[in-house]
């Protein structure tokens, strides 16, 4: 089971970081990733990380102002939003998986979701 969290309000400029716990499951079996979805838009993928926590993978959009990490010991990963524009307003969803995904809505397991909204 997967538990976001961290989402909210924030002015167009400023920052945020999402968390993603993980419980049931040791968070270190699973590849994991970060999608997105606004009103009225298709999900999107914004973020992947892997097992090991050495190779990340990034939307073109989110690139050089996000950045994805986990930390195995606490079972969660993270999701350090800077520079936030109004386009980034969407629910992040969390997910993971044992094989590795990238950009692919396959993943098996995602979280319920956090609001993310970005004020002009």
């Known amino acids: 089971q997967l538990q976001a969290s961290g989402g909210g309000l924030v002015q167009a400029g400023g920052s945020l970081r999402l968390s993603c716990a993980a419980s049931?499951?040791?968070?270190?079996?699973?590849?994991m990733g970060w999608f997105r979805q606004a009103p009225g838009k298709e999900r999107e993928f914004v973020a992947a990380i892997s097992l090991s926590g050495y190779s990340t993978y990034y939307a073109d959009s989110v690139k050089g102002r996000f950045t994805v990490s986990r930390d195995d010991a606490k079972n969660t990963m993270y999701l350090q939003m800077n520079s936030l524009k109004p386009e980034d307003t969407a629910v992040y969803y969390c997910v993971a998986d044992e094989r590795w995904l990238g950009i692919s809505t396959d993943y098996d397991y995602w979280g319920q979701g956090t609001q993310v909204t970005v004020s002009s």
């Open positions: 049931g499951r040791t968070s270190s079996r699973f590849h």
